[in-house]
């Protein structure tokens, strides 16, 4: 079994030292309770809301930055411990991203830059182009992506057709109304999403002022295994990789087995 542990955390406004140790401690903290698997929310380095380029470029970092070697540090106390955690990345293509980055004992082992901007995201950042990373672990095979990205079923299926075991998303869902896309409806959407492709679903949210809180853990199944509730918390669940790599869901029905993709041109055919 793996043991996640889905960090909703309140990085601080204007203060990027804080959030560092913020982040810090709460990874810290999740692998000596016993987390094999850490998730933290989108852009949780950066202190705030990004609402223009000049602001984010403050506080845009790179994959080497001292934040990703204190997680590594953390998972140097237990055996193949993983951190995925959001940040905004200073690409060297002089872009700003929305990212995430999977780190473990021995450092950054991948970066996924946000493909699917929600809203005013596209006036900041640059959308990525690569397909979501699926990462070898101890503790079973680790697809991202982050945010909006849920809302494309063709492209967290590219993940599970990548082997994704369990699918780490940080998230930072608005305190919003019904349908707008936060907290309970991200939750829903992120069901869907376990169920559709038969694997776990992690997603770490934001918590305070115009955040859901809508932190949770999904089985392979789309079962809710843990939520964080509002405030500072963290949403607890194991999982079990092999679930994941199970696709039949009757007797003779199998999703990997039974997909057509001769007859999906309409999926992948360019925007008119």
Known sequence: MTRIAACQLA???????????????AVREAISEGADLVVLPALVTTGGVLSDPEAARAVAIAPGHGVFAAWAAACTARHGAVVVGGFCEAGDDGQLYNSAAVVDATG????????HLWDRERLVFAAGSAAPPVVETLHGRVGVVINYDLRFPEWTRTAALGGADVLAVPVAWPDAQPGEGGGPDGQLVAAATARLDRVAVVCADRSGPGWTGGSCVLSAGGQLLAAAGQGRSAAWADIDPEASRDKVVSGLSDLWLDRRPELYDRVTAPRS
């Open 108 to 115: 950054v082992r991948a970066v996924y830059r946000c493909a």
């Open 11 to 25: 990085p601080v406004p204007d203060d990027l030292a804080a959030t560092a140790e913020l982040t810090g401690d």
